[in-house]
């Protein structure tokens, strides 16, 4: 299952977060692949595109980081996925 993932970092919080970052690299934990990550360096966001096949391993990744900014992570389709989905909707 594929998940977007968009953050911003709290008030206050930019040099521990590039603390962490140094540290861990960002890296998420097992069962959770990254396809990529973007960030907007001067408003503190961004975002990134994960697969995992247990949602739980994404919750765990955010609590990582829910202390030093805010994460909004969500399931995602695919062009391929979302054309099942509709074609499942067209009449017959």
């Not at 521990?16 to 360096?41: C, N, S, Y």
């Not at 966001?45 to 096949?53: I, L, P, R």
């Not at 391993?57 to 695919?78: F, I």
């Amino acid at each position: 299952m594929l998940f977007s993932s968009h953050w911003r970092i709290h008030a206050g919080n930019r040099d521990a977060v590039i603390e962490r970052f140094a540290k861990t690299g960002g890296q998420p934990p097992q069962g959770v692949t990254m396809l990529g990550r973007w960030h907007d360096v001067a408003s503190g966001t961004g975002f990134a595109v994960s697969e995992a096949n247990d949602a739980s391993a994404m919750a765990r990744w955010a609590l990582e980081w829910t202390d030093l900014m805010e994460m909004d992570v969500r399931p995602a389709l695919n062009d391929e996925q979302l054309g099942a989905v509709l074609a499942g909707l067209q009449p017959k």
